[in-house]
């Protein structure tokens, strides 16, 4: 049998939007708005990508270099307060194998005009095959990719 | 009015069992068996109106005390290897009131005959701190119960 290990960790990130809390979560929950920044800045080219944003809903996001196994990212929503509030798992397949399950939290604090967002990742890292920091540090790109499209509309 | 904000742990929860890791796995996969051990003490009742263990199932049950099983529990099964780890999340509601998510995760190690079972619960509560401390309460009286099944239920031949 395989050696099977579990790494936990938990991280935080914070992001500072010049955008109304509203605009946010509109960015976060509208499918059309959520295509448009959350890309994968190794491998631009969208693959399958479809979005249920209602509790218990799904969202897919699949994509990979041409010679390489595909990446799919499954999430489910388990909670949403509108404007406020939005927690989803998710895991992460490379092919056919499951690297990661985590569990993220993101607040929504009106911060002036603008936005303060709170991401809180709870990672369980599968078999050693990625690891906290670097999910940390590929989230954080992400978060960077949304301030850049919410810039552009502000 | 503003919703509370969210506050996270992590609970890690430790056992040694007397049995096989094929054997414990059975009774953590087995609704019956679950049906029996799950609830923290013999006045709470657990009751699965749905349960479909195998990656992507949904369980759905109800559990409090008994003739007022107030709470839902949405468990999904996001990985499974066999004997060895499971790993869900557990959404738990009291009505309407959504009260907390877990990322759970259960690794089962050989040790000699016998089998470590290693618990993590990573949870994001919503109603506050209470709900962290009810999850281990939970979760701790759970695993306690689990020991007396594995001890009186018989091995299947």
């Given at each position: 049998m395989i050696e099977r290990s579990v790494v936990h960790s938990t991280f935080i990130i914070e992001r500072l939007y010049p955008a109304a809390p509203s605009k946010v979560f509109f960015a976060l929950s509208n499918a059309d708005a959520k295509r448009r920044w959350f890309t994968d800045p190794d491998n631009p080219m969208p693959g399958r990508f479809q979005m249920d944003f209602r509790i218990g809903g799904k969202e897919v996001n699949a994509g990979g270099p041409k010679d390489g196994p595909i990446h799919v990212y499954t999430a489910t929503y388990q909670d949403i307060v509108p404007d406020q509030r939005i927690v989803y798992s998710y895991d992460m397949l490379f092919g056919e194998t499951r690297i990661s399950v985590s569990l993220a939290t993101i607040e929504l604090f009106a911060d002036g005009k603008g936005t303060r967002l709170v991401l809180t990742e709870q990672g369980a890292f599968l078999?050693?095959?990625?690891?906290s920091s670097s999910r940390e540090h590929g989230t954080g790109v992400l978060l960077d990719l949304l301030g850049a499209f919410l810039n552009e509309k502000t | 009015m503003t919703e509370p904000s969210v506050t996270h742990a992590t609970i890690v929860l430790e056992r040694i069992y007397e049995a096989s890791p094929a054997r414990v796995f059975q009774a953590l996969a087995d609704p019956q068996a679950r049906a029996r051990w799950g609830t923290p003490s013999k006045n709470v009742d657990l009751v699965y109106d749905k349960a479909d263990f195998r990656v992507g199932g949904l369980d759905i049950s109800r559990c409090g005390p008994r003739g007022s099983l107030i709470y839902r529990v949405e468990t999904r099964y996001i990985d499974i290897e066999p004997e060895q780890r499971i790993v869900s999340t557990e959404l738990v509601c009291e009505g309407w009131n959504r009260l907390s998510v877990s990322l759970v995760t259960v690794e089962l190690q050989p040790v000699g005959t016998s089998t470590r079972l290693v618990l993590t619960d990573q949870i994001a509560a919503f109603g506050g701190k209470d709900m962290i401390a009810g999850s281990q309460a939970g979760f701790s009286a759970a695993l306690d119960n689990l020991a007396v099944e594995l001890r009186h239920q018989p091995v299947d031949a």
């Open positions: 078999d050693g095959h990625d690891t | -």
